[in-house]
Nanobody
């Protein structure tokens, strides 16, 4: 069973930066696609960024140029560096790992950006 645990800064002012981390248990981390999702109050969950095991990356349009996803295979960890934060980035951020036909979610972490 794979478990994911998010951690990182949860409060920032507009224009500031935060980094989220997601540590995964298990040995298959490096073979899967990792992603960060977020869900703001009253909104649907949306994909923020994803990275395949081969390193292909996609970003949601509103975070391009501001957010960076990366992964450390040795530490079984995926990161989300968030710069130039905006109040509209306020949401619960969750990491996701897909291994073949199976998907695993972290518990989510609240990120709040004040204006």
């Amino acid at each position: 069973q794979v478990q994911l645990a998010e951690s990182g800064g949860v409060l920032a002012q507009a224009g500031g930066s935060l980094r989220l981390s997601c540590a995964a248990s298990g040995r298959m981390f490096s073979t899967g696609t990792v992603a960060w999702y977020r869900q703001a109050p009253g909104a649907q969950r949306e994909l923020v960024a994803s990275m395949t095991s081969g390193g292909s990356i996609t970003y949601e349009d509103s975070v391009k140029g501001r957010f960076t996803i990366s992964r450390d295979h040795a530490k079984n960890t995926v990161y989300l560096q968030m710069n130039s934060l905006k109040p509209e980035d306020t949401a619960v951020y969750s990491c996701y790992l897909r291994l073949g036909a199976y998907g695993y979610w972290g518990q989510g972490i609240q990120v709040t950006v004040s204006s």
